[in-house]
């Protein structure tokens, strides 16, 4: 039985870093990719291309019988992860790697806030002073004043808004609903909010386009399952310090694949905005026994 205590860690941590490959993987594609396509496009074709991994849960939709409120709920969900899918896609052809991997953990916080304000969680003095710091955190990473900040910094803080009204939406469906049913209506739902926003700046993507596009959604896919792997096998108190890893491989494959000067700042702000994240999931763990904040990759589209 002790041997099994001490695997099931492990395991969790190998695939957390597994998770971490496959979701560095899809922000290196899309930064390979560049302007050739409109960020809208792009992010119709990602989830486009995804539908195929959905036939599986062609079961499980046509058995659910939605009620009006959960169609309205996911179509809420639809729309607001879909715009911030757009600026994410745009955040990351603007921005480098590591500001965009370090400000996505800006997700979570907001999570925290939007439970208190929205669901009735109670913020804690801890929670408070942690969210505080997270927000330090990206104060240091953007540092106002002493650097540029660009319509792709600003896309990132809308970017992570969004992420985290979604995984607020997800978690009062996630309830009623099975999660297979959760995660193909998302796709569905963001699949036909991004056409329209696509089809205004319409691009013929090229063959090898569109190949890149699949792999991305591949990435995404695999790093959704890998996650849900992780999370099977280990607490999220032990998962959550991994992402950090992501990060620094952010920062490596920016330096050495796309020439992006290591900013020792973003390093800084991330460590503390990840630090906050952690805290406030080990307290949930501890006082109530469930997580209430989603880990970080939860929000990914």
Known sequence: MSMTKTSQPLTGIFWMLVTGVCFISVTALVKFMGTGLPPAQMAFLRYLLGLVFLIP???ALRAAHLTPRQWKLFGFRGVIHGLGVISWFYAMTRIPLADVTAMNYLAPIYVTIGAAVFLGEKLAFRRIAAVVMALIGAFIILRPGFREISSGHFAMLFTALAFGASYLTAKVTADEVKPSVVVAMLSIFVTIVLA???LIDWVTPTL???FLLFCIACCAVAGHYTMTLAFAAAPVTVTQPVTFTQLIWAVLLGYFAFGEAVDIWVVVGGVVIL?????????????KRKPTTPALNETKG
């Not at 630090?275 to 006082?287: C, H, K, P, Q, Y």
């Open 57 to 59: 849960a062609i079961g």
């Open 196 to 198: 329209p926003f696509a």
């Open 208 to 210: 090898w386009e569109l």
């Open 275 to 287: 630090s906050s994240v952690t805290f406030i999931t080990w307290r949930e763990a501890v006082l």
